[in-house]
């Protein structure tokens, strides 16, 4: 995530060609890494909550998370009226966490029905469905441009994906995730404060490449 928003922030001001980020390479790059962003997300949901909602940290996490979305598209209107973010990952991740409760205990055949359906509904499209008061959903024919885009269909099932993965092979996470290991407790950090980094990077690399450009582009 780091290094593509890094790229993007380089063909934003000329250091790499304008049309860089938009090839099918990066393109694609850009959804694994949202798609992982989702799949992680439930699969942490079902460690923290699969054994019973714990409700004040669940609601806690879901309330910064709302607010996090929230100033992501303040600052983005602001900066860039063109293309800001109207439902982008954070966005995705809160309602994901919301629409994902009922399948904690629900029956494993039935939440694979609803990963497979879910993802099939990103397939397509409907006029009904323009609108900004359905840009959430996916199912818009016409969409404006955005930056950053993760709609519920079919982004859900990614999430939802992740908290199957995680009730079918649970014991075996739950013994490799060992935090009495040094090494695990090292890989986790940035897992344990992935927001932070989310939303501190970017401004860190935009301001650092502006920098750069005024300096050498001068």
Not at 6 to 30: E, H, K, N, T, V
């Amino acid at each position: 995530m780091i290094v593509f928003h890094f790229a993007y922030d380089l063909s934003m001001f000329g250091f790499l060609p304008p049309d860089a980020m938009i090839q099918p390479g990066p393109r694609l790059a850009a959804q694994l890494i949202a798609g992982s962003f989702l799949f992680l997300s439930g699969v942490s949901l079902c460690l923290a909550h699969c054994d019973g909602i714990r409700w004040r940290p669940y609601l806690r996490r879901l309330g910064v998370l709302v607010l996090a979305a929230a100033a992501v598209s303040l600052v983005t209107r602001l900066a860039m009226p063109h293309e800001w973010v109207r439902f982008g990952i954070l966005h995705s991740i809160a309602a994901s966490t919301v629409l994902a409760l009922p399948f904690l205990k629900a029956p494993v055949p039935v939440m694979a029905i609803v990963v497979v359906a879910t993802l099939a509904m990103g397939q397509v499209s409907f006029s009904a469905f323009d609108g900004p008061l359905w840009l959430w959903s996916g199912l818009s024919a016409t969409l404006p441009f955005m930056m950053d885009y993760e709609p519920v269909f079919p982004w859900f099932g990614i999430c939802l994906s992740g908290v199957l993965f995680t009730r079918l092979f649970r014991e075996k996470l739950t013994s490799v995730l060992d935090e009495s290991d040094r090494y695990v407790r090292m890989l986790s950090w940035p897992g344990k404060h992935s927001l932070a980094i989310y939303l501190l990077h970017q401004p860190i690399l935009f301001g650092s490449v502006y920098l750069a450009s005024r300096i050498f582009q001068s």
